[in-house]
Every structure is written in C-alpha cells, then in structure tokens.
C-alpha cells in the first residue's frame, strides 16, 4: 500500500499539539504502554499529522500493546468522515528508548504508515519515528511545523 516513491531524507510533519497528546496520554497511561493512531495526509516528501486519536491498548502491559477493536473502528470511522488517513500508529516505551523492538518489527500496521514510539525513559519524553519493515528499520526526520515546500 505504498501511495508515493518517497524522496530521501524521510520527512514526517508532527505539529506540537499533536506531539503533546500523544505524550499526555503515555504519562497518563504509565506503567502500560499506550496506543493511537494518527490522522491526516501523504504527501511526496513525506507525512503530515493532523490529529492523534488514542486508542485504548486491550493488552493492559508494560511491555506490548493490542488496538481495543471497538476503540479502533470509532477511530476509523471519525478519520474517513474527516477526509483524513491513517498516517501513522503510536505507542509508548514506558522504561525503554524509543527505538522498535523485536515485537513492533514483528507486528506492523500497514506499508507505508509510520511508526511512532514516545519514550518516557528519560525527560522531557522522546519521541522518534520509524519506518519498520519485517527485517529493518529506518528513522524517519521529525519536523515540528510545516515546512515551506516547493
Ligand atoms: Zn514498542
């Protein structure tokens, strides 16, 4: 499901108010991991996010989540009603780095939508995003505004 070649270096658009929801939530939700998605638009250089909406992680652990799937079909549906994508999926490394591990390798959403971790093992809290495939992983540039793009 890959809608664009994208140009290098990756680029993904997080505005700050999005950014502090998702860290909001991952505060609120510790010691579990929390879970979200991101909607809004692909563009040729990259993504841009319009709106985080949590999800509610079924799994109730420190170490993994699961999308509740009532929780994920609400979500869905506000994002098509919007006009918006899925972008991104989100969740939160309570203890450990922002980096994916073995199992968010293992369990992807969709090719082409990004991974965003937000870690609160350290302060302020990390965010980074990532583009996962089964075997490899790359960071994607985080940009905090819009761009002025040709
Ligand atoms: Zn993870």
Partial sequence: MTRHRLAKPLRFVLPEGVRATMVIQAMEER???????????FHPW???????FPLVNELKSATRFRSEPGSLIAALRLISHRGLEVVAIYHSHPETPAFPSTTDLTWRW???VADLIISLARTPPDVRAWQLSERHFEE???????PALA
């Fill in 110 to 112: 969709a090719e082409g």
């Fill in 46 to 52: 990259g993504w841009e996010a319009e709106t985080a």
């Fill in 140 to 146: 994607i540039h985080l940009l905090g505004m819009v």
């Fill in 31 to 41: 010691p579990m991991e929390c879970c979200g998605l991101l909607a809004g638009h």
